[in-house]
């Protein structure tokens, strides 16, 4: 069993940036794949980013790339976003999330994939 707890979260201006975390407790966090998933009022949570095993993979979805970066710290049992450059649009509650998978490699993308879920963190950017 994992506990998956989220913060840094908040409200930022356009253009800004934010460093969210995800602190796991409870199982195994290495073996693991990990993800970012966010839901804006009225939508479906979405993909954002996702992260391999060990770390040496990563996923984006189109709308974040080259302005979000996700990393893992296994040691620390820590995941991480970097958000910079941060728009209205972005404005959402994110969560993390982690998946089961036996493929080392393998960056997990759809939401059906991921076992745990976190409680989210509110982003909120203004314009």
């Known amino acids: 069993q994992v506990v998956l707890v989220e913060s840094g979260g908040g409200l930022v201006q356009a253009g800004g940036s934010l460093r969210l975390s995800c602190t796991a407790s409870?199982?195994?966090?290495?073996?693991?794949?990990m993800g970012w998933f966010r839901q804006a009022p009225g939508k479906e949570r979405e993909f954002v980013a996702g992260?391999?095993?060990?770390?040496?993979?990563?996923d984006y979805t189109d709308s974040v790339k080259g302005r979000f970066t996700c990393s893992r710290e296994n040691a620390r049992n820590t995941l991480y976003l970097q958000m910079n450059s941060l728009k209205p649009e972005d404005t959402a509650v994110y969560f993390c999330?982690?998946?089961?998978?036996?493929?080392?490699?393998?960056?997990?993308?759809?939401?059906?994939?991921?076992?745990?879920w976190g409680q989210g963190t509110q982003v909120t950017v203004s314009s």
């Open positions: 999330a982690a998946g089961h998978t036996i493929d080392l490699y393998r960056v997990l993308t759809g939401r059906h994939e991921y076992d745990k």
């Open positions: 409870g199982s195994t966090f290495s073996t693991w794949a």
């Open positions: 992260i391999s095993w060990f770390g040496g993979e990563t």
